[in-house]
């Protein structure tokens, strides 16, 4: 599946996510959809508590489903937050989480009505700190 290709299909399969998401706090609903090198795509959406640091946000839920499922080689992650044509970008959490796996992954973002916004991981995590580091 190209990327481009992919960008709306991976924007539509976020929003369905985004319709299980528990956030009766913040009332900041997200859904992400991320998408492996072999093409398949796993769904999250945040899912909040009342003990506010064990919320855990879409884009987790996503890789760890993928993770759980043996899959660890993935290309491109959609967001959405409440608002179908406002970009929603991974927090910084979330942005370490995914570098581990792709510093170079693709995320994309709606950007406006019928249109899409797409950034590299390493545009929005410059100077991540990875297992490199660790050696």
């Not at 499922?69 to 959405?80: C, D, L, P, S």
């Not at 170079?104 to 590299?120: C, D, Y």
């Amino acid at each position: 599946m190209a990327l481009l290709d992919a960008a709306d299909t991976l924007l539509d399969q976020a929003r369905i996510a985004r319709e299980n998401a528990h956030a009766p706090y913040s009332r900041f609903p997200v859904g992400a959809a991320l998408l492996t090198d072999d093409g398949r795509v796993f769904t999250g959406c945040n899912v909040e508590n009342a003990s506010y640091g064990l919320t855990i946000c879409a884009e987790r839920v996503a890789v760890f489903k993928a993770v759980s499922e043996g899959v660890r080689n993935f290309r491109a992650i959609a967001v959405i937050g409440p608002e179908d044509d406002l970009p929603c970008s991974p927090c910084g959490a979330c942005r370490q989480v995914l570098h581990e796996f792709n510093p170079t992954l693709r995320v994309i973002a709606p950007s406006g009505p019928g249109s899409s916004r797409v950034w590299t991981l390493s545009e929005l995590l410059p100077h991540a700190f990875g297992a490199e580091r660790l050696v």
